[in-house]
């Protein structure tokens, strides 16, 4: 059964340095997410990506944050300076996206534990 | 987006049957209704995902009653391996933000 991967599973960094996750999402989905999930709390949404374009982010997802699909395989979300209240589960997700459907099921990955010092 | 309500806990025992009931009384037309399971420090996992009536797969069943307010999740003959915490969403449409809610913490008990 085709899933979702993403590696690092754990990343630890300092305060301020730059950090990349990586996902790979399932080969013939065409939306990508990326959701994160601080300690005990719910998991929050934070982009989708369709077509090499950020469709939807939420308001967590500011200029710290970036997304990129280097090559037809790997999706990214990259913060650029860490901070503190960045430590959490970073989960990728995707989606067939058939269009004209209603439904749409997203398949998460088991997440990177990202843990900043 | 429509929210859901759905209780924050529940307790069950090996071999029963769970029922975890949603509440979605803003549902779109358009709105499937998906359950995901998530175990500690995993992803959320697909459990299921229907429009109305009935839906069932090879781990759960799902029901939907015909104003699709509500649904309620069915898991036969729990095991202990089924402590989890289990989440209701309501949406749809490529592209589309999922909202969690706290989900129903499922504790199987021997």
């Known amino acids: 059964e085709p899933e979702v991967t993403q590696t690092p599973s754990h990343q630890v960094t300092q305060m301020g340095q730059e950090v990349i996750l990586r996902c790979v999402p399932i080969s013939n989905h065409l939306y990508f997410y990326w959701y994160r999930q601080i300690l005990g709390q719910k998991v929050e949404f934070l982009v989708s990506?369709?077509?090499?374009?950020?469709?939807?982010k939420s308001e967590i997802f500011d200029d710290q944050f970036s997304v990129e699909r280097p090559d037809g395989s790997n999706f990214t979300l990259k913060i650029r300076s860490t901070k503190l209240e960045d430590s959490a589960m970073y989960f990728c997700?995707?989606?067939?996206?058939?269009?004209?459907?209603?439904?749409?099921?997203?398949?998460f990955g088991p997440g990177t534990r990202l843990t900043v010092l | 987006l429509a929210k859901t309500t759905q209780p924050i806990s529940m307790d069950s025992y090996e071999g029963q049957e769970v029922n975890i009931t949603c509440s979605h009384n803003?549902?779109?037309?358009?709105?499937?209704i998906t359950w995901y399971q998530q175990f500690p420090s995993q992803g959320p996992r697909f459990i299921i995902q229907g429009y109305k009536t009935k839906v069932t797969n090879e781990v759960a069943s799902l029901f939907i009653p015909a104003d699709r307010k509500s649904s309620t999740l069915s898991l036969p003959r729990v095991s202990l391996s089924d402590t989890a915490v289990y989440y209701c969403l309501v949406g749809g449409g490529a592209g589309n933000m999922l909202t969690f809610g706290g989900g129903t913490r499922l504790m199987v008990k021997p």
């Open positions: 803003n549902i779109a037309t358009n709105d499937y």
């Open positions: 990506f369709y077509n090499n374009e950020i469709s939807e």
């Open positions: 997700a995707s989606s067939r996206g058939l269009a004209g459907q209603g439904r749409d099921t997203q398949y």
